[in-house]
């Protein structure tokens, strides 16, 4: 008869796979692999695992068999069908209160459908993101669990104990919540990665084009901005790479072609947040900048056509526009984040999850890609004030923004001097400009609706809730459309 002395099984031995085991190796688990290609699991045992307590399965059934009650069987592979494909393939060998975990980067619809479909055959289901890529599964990623909450107690310890670890030991995992929400606050996280690449891009080229500034400088100044306020790993790692040399000496950054990849998480960020209806503009921008990145034929053929402004590289005072630009990374992040706290919240009142807002930031501040000082600045704001509706009604986000907008808007204006491209910088200058502003022009919006299609409209000398209808052409008659808000 089999031992099943393993206190969880991994199915999917990439490199994120591997790591994560290794990791719970550390930790004292041990652990039961399986791969589809069998072979893989054969030189994982001889090679990264070799000399630690890990077992090799070479079936499903093999590896359920090894595992202690509840049984816990954690999936690293790719998401989509292949997540249901396998799930089928693992029921069959389960028995009630089995947990099935879902480590990938699911959309988080799939994850709703799947902690119900689980359920109903008795088998809890948790879809968790996890974030801080090969190193982080290794040494401590941040985790975020949704799913079944009657999954959780039997998932915790191992979790936790892998996790990421902030500078009080707390771990970079908690329970976010019920069916899809954990999936979702990585989808979120994602998103933000994406605002926040995209950022650090602009700033690096509003450098390097307005300033003329060379990889070796850029090293520099992105060296002292991880020393302050902007202290972060994707900063961090920028750092390095403006240091990095190819073989014949030259700055590697400087050969790479400038077309973007992305995995889709980003484009659901935006979509989700079209859907319930949030500006989130920095993240929807960041998602385009990367399809006009991949037009590189096109961009090509333009610049040979399409002139742009005459100023030329180095503007004024060096450190001045440096330290333009630096506050306008930090704003403009500030707005990012801002935003996807918006979709946050709203998606938790539209599923009716209870997510901790404070604790997500917590979850983020170490072992994920965006990890930063500044994460725990939005903790201490929903520690403050839990009920927070909006990061910029905080005292110290809008207190910074207040202070440094005047370099926000000249780091904006060197831009479109020079002819460099800023579509996050710049959006997000107009949300802050559009948030707060007591009045917008969506008066005259609604009455072209009214025009046009008898869309009606509020009045702002009558109650909230009125609708209002203008025979503006005297043809046309008194009947409106029927109200909506998307």
């Not at 190193?135 to 401590?140: K, M, P, Q, S, V």
């Not at 390097?208 to 790692?237: C, M, P, Q």
């Not at 979509?271 to 385009?288: N, R």
């Not at 996807?340 to 009716?352: D, Q, T, V």
Request: proline share 3%.
């Amino acid at each position: 008869m089999t031992d099943a002395s393993c206190d969880i099984g991994l199915i999917g031995l990439a490199v994120m796979g591997q790591n994560l085991v290794l990791n719970m190796n550390d930790h004292g688990f041990k652990v039961a692999v399986f791969n589809r290609t069998v072979s893989k699991v054969d030189d994982f045992l001889a090679d990264e695992a070799k000399g630690t307590q890990v077992v090799g399965a070479h079936s499903i059934e093999e590896l359920t068999s090894l595992l202690k009650r509840p049984r816990r069987v954690m999936l690293m592979v790719k998401a989509g069908d292949t997540v249901d494909q396998m799930i089928d393939h693992i029921l069959p060998h389960l028995e009630a209160g089995d947990i099935i975990i879902d480590g990938g980067n699911s959309l988080f619809t799939d994850s709703n459908r799947r902690t119900k479909d689980l359920a109903a055959k008795g088998i809890l289901f948790i879809g968790t993101g996890v974030s801080g890529g090969e190193e982080g599964a290794r040494f401590g990623p941040s985790i975020m669990p949704g799913g079944n909450p009657a999954a959780w107690p039997h998932v915790k310890d191992i979790f936790q104990a892998i996790a990421a670890k902030v500078e009080d030991g707390t771990p970079c995992c908690d329970w976010v919540g019920e069916n899809g929400a954990g999936h979702y606050v990585k989808m979120v996280h994602n998103g933000i990665e994406y605002g926040d690449m995209q950022l650090i891009c602009e700033a690096y080229d509003l450098l390097s084009r307005g300033l003329g500034l060379s990889a070796d400088d850029l090293h520099e100044v992105f060296t002292d901005w991880n020393k302050g306020e902007l202290d972060s790993y994707l900063i961090e790692i920028s750092s390095h790479i403006f240091a990095k040399k190819d073989e014949d000496g030259q700055p590697l950054v400087d050969k790479i072609l400038d077309t973007a990849g992305q995995k889709g998480t980003g484009k659901w960020t935006v979509i989700s947040a079209l859907d319930l209806g949030q500006p989130v503009t920095l993240i929807g921008e960041s998602v385009f900048a990367r399809c006009l990145s991949a037009l590189k034929d096109e961009r090509v053929e333009a610049s040979k056509i399409l002139t742009g402004p005459a100023t030329k590289a180095g503007v004024g005072d060096r450190a001045a526009f440096i330290e333009d630009v630096r506050r306008a990374l930090y704003c403009s992040k500030i707005i990012s984040y801002t935003q996807g706290y918006m979709l946050l919240r709203n998606a938790a009142k539209e599923n009716g999850w209870n997510l901790n807002m404070g604790g997500i930031a917590l979850m983020w501040r170490g072992g994920c890609i965006i990890r930063s000082r500044f994460l725990g600045k939005i903790k201490e704001a929903f520690d403050k004030n839990p009920a927070l509706e909006n990061l910029l009604l905080d005292s110290f986000f809008s207190s910074a923004l207040n202070q440094y907008q005047a370099s926000w808007r000249k780091a904006q204006i060197h831009a479109i001097e020079l002819g460099v491209p800023t579509p996050a910088f710049s959006t997000a200058l107009a949300f802050f400009d559009g948030y707060r502003a007591g009045r917008l022009p969506a008066n005259l919006l609604q009455a072209q609706r009214d025009y046009f299609g008898a869309h009606t409209y509020e009045r702002v000398d009558q109650p909230r809730g009125q609708f209002f209808h203008t025979n503006w052409t005297g043809k046309g008659g008194r009947v409106s459309s029927s109200t909506y808000t998307v």
